[in-house]
Structures are given as structure tokens and as C-alpha cells.
């Protein structure tokens, strides 16, 4: 961007502009959109080639029938047991990183239930301490027609001990965890409404700024004109505005439509 506004601005106010200003301006506003390309793909090959998971007990959530669990949920978060800490993966793919029993690690299971009904609410990941490190909502990891597979299936990989307490019940079935002190976890460890998922797994909204995507396209309208010239260097600047462009918007455009039309839809699951 300061190459954009030097050569596009402070160069030909100076008096110094010609044929090349134009390209170099065109090309540093090229290596914004392109950095953010480049990164992106780095960052998407050492997930899915990261080492450290492999080999991991992986545990998906297996929400009751009629949840309203949306496919990223079930696509995207997970518990993974490795054999010195527990990983937990929420909605949007952010992930917690939880020793098993080691200080300020995982020593303990506790599953809430509600005292009248016995339905049991969410799960307390538990330290030494008592103090609750992570939390749970049953209803949509362990309720469905796999919970309880799954659920031993957690118990046996982890290795942890697992008993009941009773708490009161919220008036709201799906935010009994308002008041608790991980009510984050419980939040977006359960399906997140579409657009707060959206925004939270957009690139642009969560590392650079939601305003690049919009800015960087009207700049490169300027030097677009270039295709239309009978001058080679400007040529050159109109196709890079033109790629500057697409780059900048095909990966906007291609999140929203990804997540309107199949990551934020209810995929519901079958009874057992």
C-alpha cells in the first residue's frame, strides 16, 4: 500500500510521474492480495500436514436429532486426545491446547445434570484445583445416535475419571450456560449463529481488516483502464489491476457462497 501511494500519488504531484509510475503502483497494490493468496495456502498446507495431530483419538460431535447443528460444526469441531494433551476444536477451527494431568492440566471429567429431569447438560473439564478448563454442551457432542459410543470411546482414549453434579437448569434449553464461567467455551463449542461464523472464519475479517477487500478493488479500477490502451507498460499495469482484482474477491466471494449454501445449513441427524 505505501508503494500504491508513493508512485500513484506523491511521484506525479512532484512532477515526476511517467509510464512507469502507473506499473509500479500497480504491481505493489498486486503484492497485497497476493501476499494474502500465498499465506493463505501455506497456512492451509501445514494444517492439514500438521504432524503433531497425527495419530491423535479423534472424537466428533454427535449432536440429538432436531439440534439444528450446522455442517461446519459437524465438519469442524472435534476433540483430539494425544498422549500428553487434549486438543479441542471449536465451530470456527480455533483450537485449545489442554495438558492431561500434568499442572494446570486436565485431571478430571464432570458431567453437569439437571436435578428434576437426570438430563445431563454439559461436560467441566477439570484441573487439579477443581477449576473448570473447558466446557461442553451435551446436547450437541454426545446426545445424538453416536454420543454414547462416542463418549466411551473419549473416556478410554483420555484415560480421565468422570462423575455427576447437579446444577440448576436455565429457563433457555439451548443457554442453560449463560452464567457459567467458561460460557465462552459452551458458546462456540456449539453451532454459532451464520453470519458471527462467517465473519469469524473470513481472512479478511480475522488477520487483516475487513476493509482491504474493498479497498483494494477500487484502487485497482484506476490502472484497469490500461487494457483498454495501445501502450505495452500500460497493458501490463491493467492485467495486474485486473488479477489484483480477482484475487482480492474471488476468495471473499467463494467464503460467502461456501457458507451460505453448505457450511452454515442445518444438516440434521438421523434418530437412532
Do not use: Y
Not at 505505501?2 to 502507473?22: A, D, E, I, K, S
Amino acid at each position: 500500500m505505501l508503494v500504491w501511494f508513493v508512485f500513484f500519488l506523491v511521484v506525479p504531484m512532484l512532477g515526476h510521474g511517467n509510464r512507469w509510475t502507473m506499473l509500479i503502483a500497480t504491481t505493489g497494490l498486486f503484492l497485497v492480495p497476493g501476499a494474502d493468496l500465498v499465506l493463505g495456502i501455506l497456512q492451509r498446507v501445514r494444517t492439514h500436514s500438521d504432524a503433531l495431530l497425527c495419530g491423535a483419538d479423534v472424537v466428533m460431535p454427535s449432536p440429538e436429532s432436531g439440534a439444528g447443528a450446522t455442517r461446519r460444526f459437524l465438519d469442524t469441531a472435534a476433540l483430539r486426545v494425544l498422549p500428553d494433551d487434549l486438543v479441542i476444536t471449536d465451530t470456527v477451527g480455533a483450537e485449545r491446547w489442554l495438558p492431561l494431568r500434568r499442572n494446570h492440566g486436565v485431571t478430571r471429567l464432570v458431567r453437569l445434570v439437571e436435578p428434576s429431569s437426570g438430563a445431563v447438560l454439559g461436560v467441566e473439564f477439570r484441573d487439579k484445583q477443581n477449576a473448570a478448563r473447558a466446557l461442553l454442551p451435551w446436547r450437541w457432542w454426545f446426545a445424538g445416535p453416536a454420543g454414547a459410543e462416542n463418549w466411551s470411546r473419549f473416556l478410554k482414549a483420555s484415560g480421565l475419571s468422570v462423575s455427576d453434579e447437579k446444577v440448576r437448569h436455565s429457563r433457555d434449553a439451548d443457554g442453560w450456560w449463560k452464567n457459567h464461567t467458561m460460557a465462552a467455551d459452551a458458546r462456540w463449542l456449539a453451532p454459532v449463529d451464520p453470519k458471527r461464523a462467517r465473519e469469524k472464519t473470513s481472512w479478511h475479517s480475522t488477520v487483516l481488516g475487513g476493509g482491504e477487500a474493498i479497498v483494494v478493488p477500487i484502487l485497482g479500477l484506476i490502472p484497469l483502464l490500461g487494457l483498454g490502451s495501445d501502450q505495452p507498460v500500460a497493458r501490463v499495469a491493467g492485467v495486474l489491476a485486473a488479477l489484483t482484482i480477482l484475487v482480492e474477491v474471488v476468495p471473499v466471494v467463494a467464503h460467502r457462497l461456501t457458507s451460505r449454501f453448505r457450511l452454515d445449513r442445518r444438516a440434521e441427524v438421523e434418530a437412532a
